[in-house]
């Protein structure tokens, strides 16, 4: 009943760590982003709340409205390449042109460009949540649960289903360890582009960039999304490494485009971002050292030696 399948075969230790690497990275990371833009840059906290709301709405719950339209026609029905070609090419578009309307709104609230950077580790911090930590966590916990139960005790209690099951999670016990790290990788790739793109439809907004870096940016999210979803549906791309090679290579040329478009078109704003001297606090204890109680009243006052 149960075919070919070895069922004393277990999910590699090694793709277990890798698993809960990506776990730790995919929730790591986006904090820590938030904690140095904010320490650094004192960027807007408003401006995280904006890419937070980018990120579920149009990155998250629009893409999947998108897939399910588009899975209702016949035609992307047994077309995998066209629905994920038509699919990655109406995403971008509609993820950008969102990523162009909410730098917008920052404009509304009068937010900094030292914003930008909260604005993308929002927008970023949500894909890692919702797509890679929630992928990555439960295959942790099946990969955790095939290894203590064992397949034959797991293939017994699934009964008539136990097939179906054993087809499911066998690219767990067959795939190279190496893959699962790679979505780890993708966190900072993510936040990479994301910084990235929003650098650029700054100055597209500001017209301190022409209006052709929008269809750029646009064509360059496309290179870097596509080749994870060719490879997702067997099309095309057939190496997991191939398609993360691409993604790369599209978040490094994206950050090499912003890079120079900030420091050529956008000086005054990189500038800004200079953390600003706050004066520092009175030393309360060297004033008790050399002055009187009633001295260290009348500094603080602002009435020192108006008395002598």
């Known amino acids: 009943m149960l075919g070919d399948f070895d069922l004393s075969r277990s999910v590699p230790i090694l793709s277990v760590t890798f698993l809960a690497i990506t776990c730790f990275l995919s929730v790591t990371v986006p904090v820590l982003a938030l904690y140095i833009f904010r320490r650094k840059f004192h960027s807007s906290f408003r401006a995280l709340l904006i ?4 990120g579920i709405t149009l990155e998250f719950m629009l893409c999947n409205i998108i897939w399910m339209l588009l899975l209702l026609i016949p035609f992307f029905q047994n077309n995998p390449l ?4 038509i699919g990655i090419i109406l995403g971008c578009a509609v993820f950008e042109g969102g990523r162009y ?3 917008g709104l920052m404009e509304r609230y ?14 970023s911090g949500m894909n890692s949540l919702l797509r890679i930590s929630i992928k990555s ?5 099946i990969a955790i649960t095939i290894n203590d139960t064992g397949l034959e005790t797991l293939a017994a209690e699934a009964g008539e289903n136990a097939v179906t099951m054993l087809q499911a999670i066998e690219p767990m016990l067959t795939c190279q360890p190496y893959i699962y790290l790679m979505n780890g990788l993708d966190v900072f790739t993510n936040l ?3 910084v990235s793109a929003c650098i650029l439809l700054y100055g597209i907004y500001h ?3 022409p209006v052709y870096y929008l269809p750029i940016t646009v064509g360059l999210r496309l290179l870097y999304e596509l080749p994870g979803y060719l490879y997702s549906y067997g099309q095309i791309i057939t190496n997991a490494y191939i398609a993360e090679g691409i993604a790369i290579l599209a978040a490094a040329g994206i950050a090499y485009l912003a890079y120079q478009a900030a420091t050529t078109n956008m000086p005054d704003k990189l500038a800004s971002l200079t953390s600003e001297k706050h004066q520092a606090f009175p030393d309360f204890n060297a004033n008790i050292r050399k002055n009187s109680i009633r001295d260290n009243a009348n500094i603080l006052s602002g009435r020192h030696n108006d008395d002598e």
């Open 51 to 54: 890419g937070i709301a980018d």
């Open 82 to 85: 066209a629905y994920a070609f």
């Open 101 to 103: 309307l909410m730098i």
């Open 110 to 123: 009068q937010i900094p460009f030292s914003g930008l950077f909260l604005l993308a580790t929002g927008i």
């Open 137 to 141: 966590f439960e295959s942790f916990v």
């Open 192 to 194: 990479l582009f994301h």
């Open 207 to 209: 017209k301190r960039l």
